[in-house]
């Protein structure tokens, strides 16, 4: 009887509550950006800012903002890219220029009155020193346009990022930011930000096309077209011939596929001769990438003459211990960056050739982006950051690191 | 009083500061929110405060709630929702299944049993999908999505219902029926309920099942309203799970608590983790005030069983007695 | 009428000789049996040419270097499992939380650093001390409170960032030397950790064995009331044991935050059950007293010859961890059939 009096008690004060929230309101949480005194004015004043954006730096000294001014070539869609061999660039059209043949659905209109104060929601994937870094580099943009910036981290959890994502829609800012933490589950959360009414910018992770019909663009960094870049160069030093075996990130997402099958599909055109040995994810530890290759080292011998890692830094360091105890640091390493460790190693000769990737600049750049779109511009689909592949001849114009 | 509804008194209290203090906290949306997201653990919360309660440990539950996700979405193509819904979470109880034959019938050690488990099936799920994780992008799948997600009275969204509805369900399972009260008793002490007539081998088999059972639910559901299933759904839930049933009251040990304490648990977790969002606060926040509440926990509890074992077997009269005789 | 007597006596059976030669095998032998299967197995692999350069010195190097990081953090995990406390799940943070304060400590110099990141890890092993072996607090959980508490203080002290040893070095010579934990080899062949594991084995093995400590563990791990009642100091006995386990969680952390050298948040996670896995496949049961050093040695072996055999094969990742958990299953539950089958009571 006890315990029955103790549930109905419960379920009152439940309803209680319930009632109380109902009756609170449908309280919508401020609208986003404080009163503007007069339209024109004030988005000529945010125009105005452009250039003092435009100058500012990263950590690194190098500027945090590069717009690019060549398009990137996008070779027309095959009619069905699954259906072609793995090898074949155009098998991996769908995930390398995802936005670039977008939908858009219900996109809302800029209302063209400028940047300044503006109230965004900058969603990233998870914790990590890159994402502070990311953050960082966005938060000097907003600064600049005195924008209110608010960002939120799920820690790599999808029911917290989904979690932020109503709690933003809730917020009603101008503009939300958004790292999907996984290509597959950004439909439906792009789907819910653009059925909300509110502006949405991917960026960071390349995701599903269907997710790219939903928002307004997409930035981020080049990965597939810098990794065929890097892979070129690399097997020019190899003389496009060996058998080579690849280091993957992490399964599920578009670095798993561009850091591996960007390079393979780009050799099998360019140094037919190049072979693929082995690959796998063995996570990024380095005691188990050590592991891995130095079991790689006792299994393919000398036929192994190079390896290509989705990271610089914890992958690199443990490649490069595998190498050293087992006497071949004539392998040939390249690894997408660019870390502090990944640097180092470039600096001491160890590894051959980093990407660059600007981690305070990808923030940034969504940020601009937002900034443009409000400024009533014309957004491109796609927008990438800077590629560059540093080698020991320009490896310390990248320090001091920006994380 | 204080030591039985220490629970629920918690979730008051943080619920009252989160409503006085945080801002927008206080409003139906953001209420709604809370109840979503708790939705998915809860559910699963049940069945692993089930086998808890049977003295047992169910660790495999993260993985499962990921590969019935993923098998409830990766089939949908070929059988449709109506199809594969039933195979994930028959594919659940499978799993709790073979753990809890492993437990009850090979007498290993839950622990073991369902760590390797974990380890078997997250290679099962790279396996099956190849590494990629699954998207449904279709109509019908974004209709099925919404539906699940549609407020239709206030804080209730239709897959909240089914996980209120399973933990009414429970809870007066557990405590009101004789096979409820068994599970406690198996949990309490093995061998007196042995002795007693209670087939505890089947009962802790069936605990396994029900925490497959739920897990799977919990996963899949969880999948179709994101109409998405990641390689990593569930990895976060264990360790939340864990903590929720520990600070809700049931012990490691078996035998006492509860499946509503359970909820309200994660009900107070997830109202103080959301609070912790409104503020504005990193993670680091998160992470270092969830192990605060739970060292509290314990150390409650631990102290309380201390301060007993000291005094336990004294008898405050004769001590008294032979202070007074030698006059000390 | 006596020697009737006698003749029954004789004829009466006894358990132990009802045991099967299969059981007999694997527990005298223990986990270096399965140790041994796979060795064999890895040769006979060789010998039909499926894989190749198994048996060579190389390899074998390979496989030790490979899990000496796990070995040395699981000596420490072996006397808190042995003590009938399962497992110290604040190991991981603890190897992050003294990786960290040793970069930062690098300032005032090499040895400097390493001290106080002993005393930091001791710390953290003294509040699990306190808590679990006065206070009898639940050990997974309050470890695993303890990994989240410690987890916040890093991230909250260092603001989310990580810290590179050579920036925060006092000198070239600290910085050098703290790469050098794992880097330095003697005769370019056997790495430090290598070492360390070995003395920590030899070291360990002593203590479990030989000492009165060691003896009192197994009581405290088996019965921990008769202990009590037998006039043990059970308090200090299993705050020893947790002591150990987070100087070895220290050694671990600083090794692993010079390999990657960084120090950061996320160093040394996952260790808190690979190390379980380790310590239960070498023959330790959890519910504790039951096990020996070297059976800890041969568990992690045998984690390093798996994981060698399933890359020479060409095993890809994710079908090496469904491989892997049906073998920790298996071996585990054979050692647990053994023990039943001998009339011991199991886990």
Redesign the interface.
């Known amino acids: 009887m006890k315990k029955l009096s103790t549930i109905v008690f419960y379920l009152i004060m439940a309803l209680a509550v319930t009632g109380l929230a109902f009756a609170g309101g449908e309280q919508e949480a401020e609208s986003g950006a404080a009163q503007e005194p007069a339209k024109e004015s004030s988005l000529e004043a945010s125009l105005a800012l452009d250039d003092e954006v435009l100058a500012l730096k990263a950590a690194d000294g190098q500027p945090l903002i590069v717009l690019q001014k060549e398009q990137r070539e996008v070779p027309p869609r095959p009619a069905d890219p699954e259906a072609l061999p793995e090898d074949d660039p155009l098998h991996w059209w769908d995930i390398e220029f995802a936005g670039w043949n977008a939908n858009k659905k219900n996109i809302p209109e800029s209302p063209k009155d400028g940047a300044i104060g503006k109230k965004i929601i900058f969603i990233v994937h998870g914790d990590h020193p890159w994402t502070t870094a990311c953050t960082l580099g966005a938060q000097k943009v907003a600064d600049v346009y005195d924008m209110e910036f608010k960002p939120m981290s799920p820690n790599w959890d999808l029911a917290v990022q989904n979690q932020m994502i109503d709690q933003a829609i809730n917020e009603r800012p101008d503009m939300i930011l958004l790292i999907p933490i996984d290509a597959k589950t950004a439909p439906q959360q792009a789907r819910k930000i653009n059925q909300a009414g509110i502006p949405l910018i991917l960026f960071n992770t390349l995701t599903d096309a269907a997710a790219m019909d939903y928002c307004i663009t997409w930035t981020g960094p080049d990965d597939f077209g810098q990794f065929r870049m890097l892979s070129r160069v690399w097997a020019d030093k190899l003389g496009k011939k060996g058998g080579v075996a690849y280091v993957q990130h992490n399964p599920g997402g578009s670095p798993y596929f561009a850091r591996c099958w960007g390079p393979i599909s780009e050799l099998s055109g360019y140094a037919p001769d190049i072979y693929t040995l082995d690959k796998q994810a063995p996570g990024f530890e380095a005691d188990k990438t050590m592991q891995l290759v130095s079991d790689w080292l006792t299994r393919f011998g000398d036929e192994l003459v190079g390896i290509c890692a989705a990271d610089d830094s914890a992958q690199a360091l443990g490649i490069f211990e595998a190498l050293k105890k087992a006497g071949r640091e004539d392998v040939l390493v390249i690894a997408a960056g660019n870390s502090k460790q990944g640097m180092d190693l470039v600096k001491e000769g160890k590894l051959y050739a980093i990407t660059y990737q600007t981690a305070e600049g990808d923030g940034a750049l969504a940020v601009k982006t937002a900034a443009d779109w409000f400024n009533g511009k014309e957004i491109e689909p796609v927008r990438y950051l800077p590629k560059h592949i540093i080698t020991k001849a320009d490896v310390e114009e990248f320090y001091p690191p920006q994380w | 009083m204080i030591d039985r509804?220490r629970i629920?008194l918690l979730f008051i209290v943080v619920?009252l500061f989160m409503a006085i203090f945080a801002p927008?906290f206080?409003?139906?949306?953001?209420?709604t929110?809370?109840m979503?997201?708790m939705a998915?653990?809860a559910v699963v919360a049940i069945g692993f405060t089930i086998v808890l309660i049977c003295g047992e440990l169910d660790l495999s539950i993260g993985t499962i709630i990921t590969f019935s996700g993923v098998v409830g979405l990766g089939l949908k193509e070929y059988l449709g929702y109506g199809g594969s819904v039933p195979i994930a979470i028959l594919t659940g109880c499978g799993i709790g299944l073979i753990n809890g034959l492993?437990v009850a019938k090979?007498?290993?050690?839950s622990?073991?049993?369902t760590?390797?488990?974990?380890?078997?099936?997250?290679?099962?799920?790279?396996?099956a999908t190849g590494?990629?994780?699954?998207?449904l992008?279709t109509e019908d799948a974004?209709a099925v999505?919404d539906w699940l997600s549609k407020m239709i009275l206030?804080?209730i969204t239709p897959r909240v219902l089914i996980t209120i509805g399973f933990i009414v369900f429970f809870t007066l399972f557990m405590?009101r029926t004789r096979m409820g009260r068994n599970f406690y008793m198996v949990g309490g002490n093995t061998q007196t309920a042995w002795l007693a007539g209670v087939n505890t081998d089947g009962y802790k088999i069936v605990a396994f099942i029900i925490s497959g059972f739920t897990a799977a639910l919990g996963g899949v559901l969880?999948a179709m309203e994101?109409?998405?299933?990641?390689?990593?759904?569930g990895?976060?839930s264990l360790?939340y799970i864990?903590?929720a049933t520990?600070i809700g009251g049931t012990?490691?040990s078996g035998g006492k608590g509860g499946v509503?304490r359970t909820f309200i648990a994660i009900l107070m977790l997830d109202v103080l983790?959301?609070g912790i969002?409104?503020f504005?606060l990193?993670?680091?926040?998160k992470?270092?005030?969830?192990?605060?509440i739970?060292?509290t926990v314990?150390?409650y509890?631990?102290?309380a069983?201390?301060k007993h074992d000291k005094i336990v077997g004294q008898r405050a009269e004769l001590l008294k007695e032979l202070n007074t005789k030698h006059g000390k | 009428m006596m020697q009737t007597v006698q003749k029954e006596s004789t004829q009466i059976e006894t358990r132990l000789r009802t045991q099967s030669t299969f059981n007999r095998i694997f527990s005298t032998l223990g986990v270096y049996g399965v140790a041994v299967l796979f060795l064999l197995l890895g040769i006979i692999l060789q010998i039909s040419g499926v894989i190749n350069n198994f048996l060579t010195a190389q390899n074998m190097l390979n496989i030790i270097d490979a899990v000496s990081l796990l070995g040395i953090v699981a000596m420490g995990m072996a006397f808190v499992t042995y003590s009938g406390h399962y497992a110290d799940l604040s190991v991981p943070t603890t190897m992050a939380l003294t990786g960290i304060v040793c970069v930062e400590m690098l300032k005032y110099g090499f040895f400097p650093a390493v001290i106080i990141s002993f005393i930091v890890g001791l710390l953290v092993g003294g509040i699990n001390a306190v808590a679990i072996g006065k206070f009898k607090a639940n050990p997974i959980i309050w470890t695993l409170a303890v990994n989240y508490v410690s987890m916040g203080v890093i991230r909250l002290v260092w603001v989310n960032k990580q810290i590179y040893p050579d920036l925060k070095a006092s000198s070239v010579k600290a910085s050098v030397l703290f790469d050098n934990i794992y880097r330095f080899r003697f005769f370019d062949k056997i790495a430090l950790p290598m070492v360390f594991l070995i003395i920590l084995v030899i070291v360990c093995h002593f203590i479990l064995q030989r000492t009165k400590f060691g003896v009192q563990l197994k009581l405290t791990g088996s019965a921990r009331n008769v202990a009590k009642f037998s006039g043990v100091n059970v308090e200090r006995v299993i705050s020893i044991a947790f002591l150990l386990c987070a100087a070895t969680a220290t050694l671990g952390g600083l090794t692993v935050t010079s390999l990657s050298k960084v120090g950061a948040w996320y160093n040394g996670a996952g260790y808190d059950f690979k190390a379980v896995t380790a310590v239960v496949i070498g023959g330790m049961t959890l519910a504790g007293g039951r096990g020996s050093i070297i059976g800890v040695l041969g568990g992690v072996l045998i984690i390093g010859l798996m994981n060698n055999i399933m890359t020479l094969l060409g095993i890809g990742t994710f079908s090496q961890d469904m491989i892997r958990g049906a073998i920790f299953i298996l071996v585990v539950g054979l050692n647990a059939k053994s023990l039943r089958s001998q009339g011991r009571d199991d886990a």
């Open positions: 509804y629920f619920f927008r206080f409003n139906v949306f953001n209420l929110t809370i979503r997201t998915m653990n492993l090979a007498k290993i050690n622990f073991i049993v760590l390797g488990m974990m380890t078997i099936l997250q290679g099962a799920i790279y396996t590494g990629n994780s699954i998207s992008s974004f999505s206030p804080l405590r969880f994101g109409s998405a299933a990641t390689l990593k759904l990895d976060t360790m864990v903590s520990i012990a490691m509503f983790y959301n969002i409104l504005g990193g993670n680091e926040v992470i270092f005030i969830a192990g605060l739970l060292a314990v150390m509890e631990a102290y069983a201390y």
